[in-house]
C-alpha cells in the first residue's frame, strides 16, 4: 500500500487536533458568556489543556505502548471524540474544565506515535518529510479549521463548533483505522528504562531546544492581535486576514523544513532559529505598514512552524531506544514552550514595556536556543571523534 493515504489519515487526525486546541482561543468570550464565567476564568480552558498534554503525553504513551500503534492511534482518537462530545454537552464550567482536559490526553501521545508510525511508513531519507505531511493537518487547521471552528461558534453557537471537532474526530478514526498497516503487536513498556533515556544530557538537550522554539513562537503568537492594532494599526478584518496569512506561512515553512530536515536535522534548525530570530527583531519596524505586517506574518509563521519538524525528528533521534515515549514528551515540551513564551510576553507588559518589545523579548528565545544546537552539534562531534 502506498504511504500517502495512511499519512493523509494521519494528517486528517492531527487536524482535528490542531482546530480543537486553537479554536478556543477565539471563541472566549462566546464560551464565558455561556457558562457564566469571566473571560479571564475561561482562559483557564486553555491552560488546563495545555497541562493536560504535558501530564497526559508520557502516561498515555506508556498506556498505549501495550497495544499495536495503529490501535493505540484509533483509541486516542476515540478520547478526543469522547472529550468533544462532553465538552458539546457540558452544563457548567467546570465540566466544561474537566472534558479540555479528557481531550488534552490523546494530543501528546498522538502526535508522538503518529510521528513514529509516519517514519515507519517511508524510506530513512523521507523520515522528515513524513512527519511534515502529519503535522499539516496542524498548519492547514489554522488556515481553516480555526477560522471556520470560530465562525460556527459565533453564528450557530460554541457547543457545534466541539461537536463539528467530534466528527473530524470520528472521521479521522475511520480513516486510520481503514488505511493504517497493522503493525507489529504491543508490548508492555519497561518504564524504568524509557525514563532513564529520557534524563540522558543529549535527549534534555533535545526537549530544552523546543522548548525555547516553542517558546520564541508563543512569546509573539499569544499577542498577535493587540501587536497588530497597536503597531499596525489593524482593523479586526485586518488581523483575521494576518492571522490567515501565519497559516499559510505555517504551512510553507512545515513543507520546505520537511525537505530539508531530509538533508540534515541539525542544519536546519540553525537556519530556521537564526531566520526566525532575525525576524523578530526587526518585526516592531516591519509590521508599521499594511504590506510590512502582511509579509511579516508570512515570513515569521514559515520560520516559527519550520521548526516543528526538525525538533521533533531531533528528540526521537536522540532518543531512539524509547522513541515513542520521547516522541510524546516532546510535545509536552512544545507546550511548556507555549506557556514560557506567554508568561514572557506578559512579563515584557507588566514591566513597562510597550507590545513592540515582545517580538525582540522572543528573538532572545529563539538565539538561546541557536545557541544550544550549535553547542550540542560540537558536542556531539566531540564525542563521537573520542569514541573513534
Known sequence: ????????????????????????????????????VSIPTAGLLISAYAIGVMIGAPLMTLFMSRYRRKSALVLLMGIFVIGNLLSAIAPNYTLLLLSRVVTSFSHGAFFGLGALVATSLVPVEKRGS???????????????????????GQTIGWRTTFAATAVLGVIAMIGIAKTLPKGEAGKMPEVKKE???????????????????AGAMFTLYTYITPIL????????????????????????GNYISGKLVDRSVDGT???????????????????????????????????SFGLIGPLQMRVMDAAHEAPGMASSVNIGAFNLGNALGAALGGGVLSSGLTYAWIPPAGAVLALLGLVLVVASRASNREFASESA
Do not use: D
Open 1 to 36: 500500500m502506498s504511504s500517502k493515504l495512511p499519512l493523509l489519515a494521519l494528517a486528517l487526525g492531527s487536524f482535528g487536533i490542531g482546530t480543537t486546541e486553537f479554536a478556543p482561543m477565539g471563541l472566549l468570550p462566546t464560551i464565558a458568556t455561556g457558562v457564566g
Open 130 to 152: 513524513a512527519v511534515a505531511v502529519m503535522f499539516s493537518g496542524l498548519t492547514i487547521a489554522n488556515i481553516g479549521g480555526v477560522p471556520v471552528a470560530t465562525m460556527i
Open 195 to 213: 525514563l532513564s533515556v529520557l534524563v540522558r544530557p543529549v535527549v534534555l538537550r533535545s526537549l530544552a531546544t523546543t522548548v525555547l522554539g
Open 229 to 252: 492594532e497597536r503597531l499596525t494599526h489593524a482593523s479586526g478584518e485586518f488581523v483575521t486576514a494576518m492571522l490567515m496569512l501565519i497559516g499559510v506561512g505555517f504551512t510553507l
Open 269 to 303: 534548525l540553525i537556519l530556521f532559529f537564526s531566520l526566525l530570530a532575525a525576524s523578530m527583531f526587526i518585526m516592531p519596524f516591519s509590521v508599521t505598514s499594511h504590506i510590512g505586517a502582511a509579509v511579516s506574518m508570512v515570513l515569521w509563521g514559515m520560520m
